[in-house]
């Protein structure tokens, strides 16, 4: 996904998430080395590191370096229960003291050329004053040198439902910038028109794209298109739905092989399907196939044969 995301003009991305002590154990499980590889082409990215001590989490991050990555991102708003329960992720929100500590060590611990990034959410929860904590973590994340935050508009504890508070991103980006800092926002951005809206109406310095950018790397083209007062190009033909299918699908072969490849790729397939004129029947489609024949011939059924639409 990263791959396809930078080919369509992503100037950045950013891996999922890893937990600190998958990083420190890796050379134990060596096939899942290759979650951590970063090619030449991939540069710049950046891996995310997610814990609660940072005698892991240090390690960890050093650890991500010496992978390649560019820059090191805190993961301070992940709202899963587990997650929480073990002081981790979005738990960091209401424990501002151990979220700066992290950061500290970790800033104090990684060279200088490699920028260190925090990803917030707006709060822990909707109680009064909950948006003091994170005024008061901005102000101590950008004292201790990081280099720019990411806010997503919702509560932890709203997990993805509701709608991203963009207005609190805009106070937050208020805020960062008279103290030098730079700040991307996220939350709901499923289209190039809300991202340019939103850089525009809440002042941040960029935008992280998440869900939209699932089985929709035109998003990134179209962003650059409408950014540089370009108009906005038409949506993907049939033909070249498939071609980017077929490219998505076979980085993914070449890393999982053919029985992962399917079960990682069918969430982007089902999202790809979206484009296509017949749409419910090729979703259903792309949930059945079990093999590489049945995958081939849906390509031709759908996507050789399909007229535009
Ligand atoms: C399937 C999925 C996986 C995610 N994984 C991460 C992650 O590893 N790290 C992170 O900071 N945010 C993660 N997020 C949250 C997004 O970065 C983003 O803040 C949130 O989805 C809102 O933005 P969106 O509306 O563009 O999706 C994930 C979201 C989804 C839907």
């Keep these: 996904m990263r791959r396809m995301a930078k080919r369509f003009g992503a100037p950045f991305t950013l891996a999922e998430v890893f937990l600190d002590q998958f990083v420190l154990a890796v050379s134990k499980k060596r096939k899942a080395r290759f979650y951590l590889a970063v090619k030449e082409s991939d540069h710049p990215c950046g891996a995310q590191v997610m814990g609660s001590d940072p005698d892991e989490i240090v390690p960890a991050a050093l650890r991500l ?15 899963v229960p587990k997650v929480l329960a073990r002081g981790r992720g979005g738990a960091l929100m209401k424990d501002v003291s151990r979220a700066l500590e992290i950061t500290a060590r970790v800033r104090d611990a990684l060279p200088d050329r490699i920028p260190l990034t925090v990803k917030l959410r707006k709060s822990f929860d909707d109680a009064p004053g909950s948006a003091d904590s994170l005024f008061k973590l901005l102000e101590g994340l950008f004292d201790l040198g990081i280099g720019a935050v990411t806010l997503h508009g919702r509560t932890v504890l709203e997990r993805y439902t509701g709608v991203a508070d963009w207005d609190i991103v805009r ?6 910038h008279v103290r030098g800092g730079k700040i991307l926002g996220s939350g709901d951005l499923f289209s190039a028109e809300s991202a340019l809206r939103r850089i525009a109406e809440s002042n941040v310095d960029g935008v992280a794209i998440a869900r939209g950018a699932i089985g929709n790397p035109w998003i990134f083209r179209n962003i650059n298109a409408l950014y540089a007062g370009e108009p906005l190009p038409p949506p993907p033909t049939v033909a070249e739905q498939l071609d980017v299918i ?3 699908w076979s980085l993914s ?5 053919f029985r992962r490849a399917s079960t990682e790729m069918r969430k982007f397939l089902l999202k790809y399907a979206e484009f296509h004129p017949r749409k419910e029947e090729l979703r259903m489609a792309f949930v059945k196939f079990k093999s590489a024949e049945e995958l081939e011939r849906i390509f031709k059924d759908y996507y050789e044969t399909a007229d535009e639409g």
Excluded: M, Q, S, T
């Design 65 to 79: 370096v010496e992978f390649g990555f560019d820059l090191i991102d805190l993961n301070f708003a992940c709202p």
């Design 246 to 248: 077929k490219e998505h």
């Design 253 to 257: 072969e070449e890393l999982y092989g």
């Design 171 to 176: 106070r937050a980006a208020e805020f960062v």
